[in-house]
């Protein structure tokens, strides 16, 4: 239980942004950035518009880095710059070379540790506690990069490739070709209704994923039909008695790692009539894939996709 807490409070933080309010800038298109935040030149000093809409200025080429969200440890591995990353939150443990990095604390950083580790750049998402302006009074750059969408994916990649001095525009690119390969394979397909389940600890309201999260992106971009959408929520609860309603064609199990499993799922009251249910379409889901906005978006879009595809 004290698992799937943790890992709920996570995927939390990811959808809402560490329950602080998107700021009024954030009404902009997601994959818009400023000329500064998409500049791929690898030199310093280097200026980029975090997700805050604040200008960071990175002096040097960042060799100290902490890494806070699990999403932004994946983009520095990816950007080739894991070798410079000293610590991570407890929850990165994408890639492998990630799991041996020092932690400084999950939901609620450890901000003495992070001093400790001398970093010359701090890479967060949005924390709302002052955790991060604690860290920036120690004369530490602090660059809130928070993607909470499909088109926040090639904007991280750009923002971060300019302030580590990384190929920002190359991942960039390929995150994009990726999405969009997906995106025609699925235009073909028949779309069908999913219900994403992210947490069922509470049986009464089970979380789910709706519109403002990247997780609502990715179902309808694999031709789902996401039956979480009218509820304009980015992290809803849905009773059982309205998921039966909705009769979902597909049930993405996002809390599988987590314990649940589909004969747990079969044997719920009332839902033997679920079309789901009935035609064995309850798939298990790799929660560190599926519920994370990070590089490796492509093959969550494209595992998705095969999902919706293979249902009868």
Not at 83 to 108: C, L, N, Q, T
Not at 153 to 170: I, N, S
Request: hydrophobic share 40%.
């Amino acid at each position: 239980m004290l698992l799937r807490s943790l890992a709920l409070l996570a995927l939390l933080a990811v959808l809402t942004g560490a329950c602080a309010p998107a700021p009024a800038s954030r009404s902009s298109p997601a994959g818009s950035a400023s000329p500064a935040a998409l500049s791929s030149s690898p030199s310093f000093p280097a200026t980029v518009t975090d997700f805050q809409g604040k200008a960071v200025t990175i002096p040097a080429r960042p060799v100290r880095i902490v890494s806070i969200g699990a999403s932004n440890t994946e983009y520095l591995f990816a950007l080739d710059a894991g070798d410079r990353v000293v610590g991570v939150d407890d929850f990165s443990d994408e890639p492998a070379a990630a799991k041996s990095k020092e932690k400084v604390g999950g939901v609620k950083p450890n901000i003495e540790k992070i001093v400790a580790l001398r970093p010359d750049l701090v890479v967060s998402l949005k924390i709302s506690d002052g955790s991060l302006e604690r860290i920036a009074a120690q004369n530490i750059t602090v660059l809130v990069v928070d993607p909470r969408s499909l088109a926040d994916a090639t904007r991280t990649a750009e923002v971060l490739g300019t302030a580590v001095g990384g190929d920002g525009k190359g991942l960039a690119r390929r995150i994009q070709d990726g999405i969009d390969a997906v995106r025609t394979k699925a235009a073909s397909v028949t779309k069908k209704r999913v219900f994403h389940e992210v947490d069922a600890s509470d049986p009464t309201k089970l979380f789910s994923a709706g519109p403002g999260s990247f997780v609502h992106d990715l179902i309808e971009l694999a031709g789902g039909i996401n039956i979480a959408a009218a509820t304009g929520s980015p992290f809803p609860q849905l009773s059982p008695e309205e998921i039966i309603r909705q009769d979902p064609e597909v049930i993405v199990l996002g809390d599988a790692g987590y314990g649940t499993t589909v004969e747990q799922v079969q044997s719920r009251p009332g839902w033997s009539s679920i079309t789901a249910v009935r035609t064995k379409r309850i798939v298990p889901a790799d929660p560190s894939l599926m519920h994370r906005p990070g590089p490796r978006l492509p093959e969550a879009a494209d595992t998705y996709f095969r999902i919706i595809r293979e249902t009868p």
